[in-house]
């Protein structure tokens, strides 16, 4: 990882400017996503060349000159926007706000899932419990609520889960398919969306989700949409419930952007049980964005802002985890890890584990 945590060097002048940054931050957030959702970044991008004045801004975009102007003001120090002569322009980060997918995906995440449950983070931390999920009603942890909370709730959480996750799939079906598997068990399968991708580009595969009532029956109606209640079955299961065993005779078991949903204490289980579910020459293929894996200090920023999402909206005890963590509990669970794949779609890294003999 080409990030440097271990050194301070920084002048003062810019540590408290920093500070100030953090400071503030909720609140220029705010002005970062209405400067993007009034449309006022989206005209600075067709009038990039010559720009504009705030009162053409105001008349373009149907905002007030007044709301135009502090917007605009914000978005200097945001560096979102440039002035020269009295005229607004687009800065490079300002093109990204409006059109970069992955900042939107998590900008949308972090306004719709994080953002009125966050302020009970601290309680979180004391508590080790998601206090922040009850902004949305009552449950333990947000894969219980996922089935029933807001619309536009769910389209934020399943936008950001998917986004990570379906770029990485075309690039990691070699790796599982080069073992030629012929029964997987997709455990924590969600919407079924890599199921349908596997026995579609697979014609020999059947693949089992394993995964909570609710994205079971979720899972199944996107199955059958798409023609393939042959090629993939369900089995419903309180994966948190370590004396209810996976089920068994898999060659393969595939588990993405999962085991960071849970704690230690639960990954050890929940490996425990894959040892057991697999043919004794089975595969366990585990993807996961670990934060010391990232070529990128934007991709490891972004990590240790989501294990926050862990600790006040999902469960309160899991994160995105440093590799050296995962491999500890591999070994612990009896398994080895056989191969490491890295930078796999936008973060992933790959682990493929097997039985110890």
Known sequence: ???????????????????QKIAFAPIMFQAARALRNLGILEYLLKTKRKGADIETIAEATKVSVYGTKVLLEAGLSLELVMIKNDMFY????????LSDELTRVNMDFTQDVNYEGMMHLEESIKNGKPEGLKVFGKWDTVYEALAELPEKVRESWFAFDHYYSDYAFPEVLPHIFKINPKKILDVGGNTGKFSIYCVQNNPEVH??????????????????KAGLDDRISTHALNLLDNSKPFPTGYDAIWMSQFLDCFSQVEILGLLQRSYNAL??????????????????EASTY????????????????SQMYHSNDMEKLIEKAGLYIDEVV????VSHTLFKCKRKV
């Open 1 to 19: 990882m080409k990030n440097n945590y271990d050194s301070d060097t920084k002048s003062a002048l810019q540590a408290k400017f920093d500070a």
């Open 302 to 317: 972004s990590l240790h802002a989501t294990t926050l999402y862990f600790t006040a909206i999902a469960n309160g005890n």
């Open 279 to 296: 043919d004794s020459d089975g595969s366990l293929f585990i993807l996961e964005t670990y934060w010391d894996k990232q070529e990128f």
């Open 342 to 345: 890295e930078n796999i779609g």
């Open 90 to 97: 687009i800065t490079k980060t300002g093109y990204f706000m």
């Open 207 to 224: 693949m089992t989700i394993l995964d909570l009532p609710g994205q079971v029956k979720e899972a199944k109606e996107n199955i059958h």
